[in-house]
């Protein structure tokens, strides 16, 4: 799996010009899922993102968790985190997941986020969607459970 993390001071999406979520201070949160994931992906991705510390404390140092802070999430699917662009001009897919298993394992993933943090919101898997995000710091980060 693939995480595209930003801190936010506030984040929605947006599906045929309805905003179907949004969240204020706390992480957007943009999901790719690959062909050979499983749910231990997942456990580990959502393990390693709750507890890091990307969050200023009162002396601007990043020591504060989402925990600490009690901070929202707003998770998007994003198959796009998959693009293969080393040969050619168009980007191939090929190693992300199928769309059985990425919405599994998107729907199990933002059922972690919602054991753990209380305003979770999300956008619609394999949806076109506007996502709109004030970037706190800023600050993104790129997770990769095959490096984590």
């Known amino acids: 799996m693939r995480a595209v993390v930003?801190?936010?001071?506030?984040?929605?999406v947006t599906i045929d010009g309805e905003v179907t979520g949004s969240i204020g201070a706390g992480y957007l949160v943009l999901l790719g899922v690959g062909a050979n994931d499983t749910r231990a992906e997942a456990d580990r991705l959502w393990d390693k993102l709750r507890t890091l510390r990307i969050n200023e404390d009162e002396n601007g140092k990043t020591n504060l968790s989402l925990?600490?802070?009690g901070?929202?999430?707003?998770?998007?699917?994003?198959?796009t985190l998959y693009a293969n662009c080393r040969r050619?001009?168009?980007?191939?897919?090929?190693e992300a997941a199928a769309p059985a298993l990425a919405t599994e394992l998107y729907e199990y993933f933002v059922s972690l986020?919602?054991?753990?943090?209380?305003?979770?919101?999300?956008?619609?898997?394999a949806a076109y969607m506007q996502v709109e995000l004030v970037n706190d710091g800023p600050f993104t980060i790129v997770l990769d459970t095959d490096t984590l």
């Open 6 to 12: 930003q801190r936010v001071t506030r984040a929605s």
């Open 67 to 69: 925990a600490d802070t």
């Open 71 to 79: 901070g929202e999430v707003l998770v998007v699917s994003q198959f």
């Open 88 to 94: 050619g001009r168009r980007p191939s897919f090929t």
């Open 113 to 125: 986020v919602r054991q753990d943090v209380e305003h979770v919101a999300t956008g619609t898997f």
